[in-house]
């Protein structure tokens, strides 16, 4: 356990290192915010209130989405590919730890290190400049960090299946381009979901890629009543037992290709 | 001139053949670029769909917008690639094996490498301008095809120019490729809408300081026919050609610049 722990904060200062990235990603953020501000302000004009949302609210969701993603932004994929490139990874299987709880360590470091290096000033920033809405009460609160919390799962899952199909594939580019769209789009981290056409939006509510973004953000405003709130976390909940399984299970597979193949 | 055409063709064919041999990889690049640009217009199609304009745009013509954007991106990334990577030569010292050989470095400098990737965004950028002119109801005659040649040239041009400035910062800089995201990948953000939806500032600055509504917005309104010029005149939808190649004169001076810099320090 104190290993894990360890790795964590590698991580966590192997972030810290990298500057200029930092405040590349931070800027990235600013950029994102300016445009969803104007760009909601804009479509706004004609109608104040569009399938029961308000220009503030839907000002609150992009911001506060993008808060999250600066949070759960983790390069786990990068890292494997350079381990399979450079032999490394070979290394690593001999080890007595848990490829899995390993780079769930480093992914928390990062998230850790980003959390208070990008996510948390961002959003001040944002909230002194632009009028975002808060959660209605405590509960609304906590159930929105659960929420989070249970979505972060499921990204590492994604992104840690992702990274271990590049042990066949080597190069991880193609697959993670495609999620990020997929996942971009689908999650309902780029438009709200309840403005998408039913066919789509029931397929989006199907997949697991809205508990990263659409849950939370839909408890943050409210849009979820408190008895609800319990069955959505328990269906992230799910979503995220599902995908852990299936990471134990990939892993699995992975790890015996190497070693038959002699890494 | 021609003989350092024939040379590149040459170099990037063996390039794309190198790379064939990761079909696998090829195919699922090209797939998985496409599909997130998909993606992106998806959403933009969906936001269109409930909101039915974006001051004044519809979705052919905001697609239209997007499908100039991507084009003369696709066009240029080959070239442009080469100078994204040029602060790593520079940092590395490899960059001295371009000085030894008796050819102009520029030419050699974009000759070394061949991005297929290059494809998907040509592949996507053309089958969106084609079915965004078709929804926006585009008439094409020999003036505006003439006219869409100029500006794509030109749009080229500008981020042609945009990349070289930020590679020869790397001159004084080292770490440059930094300043390429900044320039090139965060402002393009922007202009995937109408830039005349955010404040006076980021007009101006997306006009005057890192041109990139030169790429797309003023000159798609040519070809649409809108009059949505913000608080720039309609004359703007012309000189996307005399900017690409004014950055481009700039941005090589520049570059003259740097090299000079480079060999009178001694690497």
């Not at chain 1, 992975?254 to 002699?262: D, P, S, T």
Request: hydrophobic share 55%.
């Amino acid at each position: 356990m104190r290993a894990y722990l360890e790795f964590a904060k590698k991580a966590f200062q192997k972030a810290m290192a990298y500057r200029v990235e930092v405040f590349l990603s931070f800027l990235w953020g600013i950029v994102e915010v300016l445009i969803y501000v104007c760009l909601w302000s804009t479509l706004f004009r004609t109608q104040s209130v569009v399938k029961g949302l308000t220009l503030n609210e839907v000002i609150t969701y992009s911001v506060i989405g993008v808060t999250i993603r600066q949070f759960t932004s983790m390069d786990i994929v990068a890292l494997v590919e350079e381990k399979i490139r450079t032999g490394e990874i070979a290394t690593d299987l001999m080890k007595p730890i848990d490829l899995g709880a390993y780079f769930f360590s480093c992914a928390v470091g990062q998230s850790w290190f980003a959390l208070f290096a990008r996510a948390l000033p961002l959003f001040s920033i944002v909230f002194l400049t632009v009028k975002i809405a808060l959660p209605a009460n405590g509960l609304f609160f906590l159930s929105f960090l659960l929420s989070v919390l249970l979505g972060y799962i499921v990204i590492f899952c994604i992104n840690f299946i992702i990274a271990m199909v590049t042990f066949w594939t080597t190069e991880s580019f193609g697959l993670n381009t495609l999620m990020g769209g997929i996942i971009a789009f689908l999650s309902g981290r780029v438009v709200p979901l309840w403005f998408f056409p039913e066919t789509l939006e029931r397929i989006a509510l199907a997949l697991p890629f809205r508990t990263v973004f659409f849950s939370p953000l839909s408890i943050y405003l409210g849009k979820v009543s408190p008895n609800e709130i319990v069955g959505v976390l328990i269906q992230q909940a799910l979503w995220a037992a599902v995908l852990l399984i299936a990471t134990r299970l990939i892993q699995t597979v992975a790890v015996r290709k190497v070693v038959i193949q002699g890494g | 001139m021609w003989e350092g055409i024939r040379l590149y063709l040459v170099l990037a064919r063996a390039n794309i053949k190198a790379r064939m041999e990761y079909k696998a990889n090829f195919i699922f690049g090209v797939v998985g670029l496409i599909s997130a640009y998909l993606s992106g217009l998806l959403a933009i199609w969906v936001i269109l769909r409930q909101f039915h304009e974006i001051n004044g745009w519809d979705f052919g013509e905001v697609a239209f917008l997007y499908s100039l954007a991507l084009l003369s991106y696709g066009i240029g990334l080959p070239v442009l690639i080469q100078f994204k990577s040029l602060d790593r030569y520079v940092i590395s010292g490899e960059f001295d094996r371009f000085l030894v050989r008796p050819r102009n470095i520029f030419f050699q400098m974009v000759s070394s490498a061949f991005a297929v990737s290059a494809l998907a965004h040509l592949i996507l950028g053309i089958t969106i301008f084609i079915v965004a002119s078709k929804i926006a109801g585009i008439d094409w005659n020999l003036v505006s095809a003439e006219f869409l040649a100029l500006v794509l040239v030109g749009a080229v041009l500008i981020q042609w120019a945009l990349a070289v400035f930020s590679a020869t910062a790397s001159f004084w800089i080292l770490r440059s490729s930094h300043l390429y995201e900044i320039m090139i990948y965060t402002t393009r953000e922007f202009t995937w809408y109408p830039i005349s939806i955010y404040g006076t500032m980021i007009q101006v600055f997306l006009t005057f300081f890192i041109p990139f509504a030169f790429v797309n917005f003023f000159p798609a309104q040519y070809f649409l026919q809108k009059n949505d010029f913000g608080i720039f005149p309609p004359l703007f939808q012309y000189l996307t050609p005399l900017v690409g190649v004014g950055m481009f004169i700039l941005a090589y001076q520049f570059w003259k610049l740097g090299i000079n810099h480079y060999q009178s320090t001694g690497s």
